[in-house]
């Protein structure tokens, strides 16, 4: 594994260490499981919180790791399998609730009863900060929308002409507010780091009854 660092690449220090990986991976998954103040805390209603921009960025990620690290316990010890966290010891069952319970928040299960995946749900985020989602289509609009031109849609208190469905914008603050507004960007930005795991936590999920 490498990284590229000032366009220079770099081996990962503990490429091709498996036990010092397990070792990193497990430190991770205990501070997420255990909410301490270096992996997140839980805001009180309950999804994992790190930082005010795009937060549900480390959300989705840490549940497709919980997620894909059940399964490999199970796998590697079968009904004994656990992680051991301290003096704890969490069943693979556990690390899969924790998954279940960041995917339903992001889907509605929250304070705000809100589905911060867009498109999906009774309601959902209507001005997300994105130029293609906010600015009409040429079928719409036909005249010509210049690049500053754009942002006389971007100043526009109204819902986004364009719905970007199952896109999941950055969520709501550590107390579980979100202001749908597209110049709060921190919140209302979408990304494809945030899609991109929970695609497999759900694929995952979507196993169980």
């Not at 693979?92 to 498109?119: H, K, T, W």
């Not at 971007?154 to 970007?164: G, K, L, T």
């Not at 919140?187 to 936590?201: F, H, L, N």
Request: charged residues 15%; hydrophobic residues 35%.
């Amino acid at each position: 594994m490498t990284t590229a660092i000032a366009g220079d690449l770099k081996p990962w220090p503990d490429a091709g260490n498996a036990a010092a990986m397990k070792n990193h991976l497990e430190e991770f998954l205990c501070g997420v499981l255990e909410h301490n103040s270096n992996d997140g805390r839980l805001s009180p209603g309950g999804v994992l919180w790190l930082e005010p921009w795009n937060n549900l960025q480390y959300v989705t990620s840490a549940a497709f790791v919980l997620a894909a690290h059940s399964d490999h316990l199970q796998a590697a010890a079968g009904a004994g399998a656990s992680l051991r966290c301290g003096g704890a010891t969490l069943p693979p069952s556990q690390l899969l609730a924790f998954a279940r319970s960041q995917a339903d928040y992001i889907l509605g299960a929250n304070p705000e009863r809100m589905s911060y995946m867009v498109g999906y749900g009774a309601r959902f985020p209507e001005q997300v900060h994105h130029r293609g989602a906010s600015v009409p289509s040429i079928k719409s609009s036909p005249g010509k929308i210049t690049c500053k031109g754009g942002f006389g849609y971007y100043s526009r208190d109204a819902p986004n002409p364009n719905v970007i469905v199952g896109a999941i914008v950055g969520g709501p603050d550590g107390s579980d507010r979100y202001d749908d507004s597209r110049r709060n960007y921190q919140q209302t930005e979408p990304s494809t780091v945030t899609v991109a795991p929970i695609v497999g936590a759900l694929a995952r999920l979507s196993q169980q009854n």
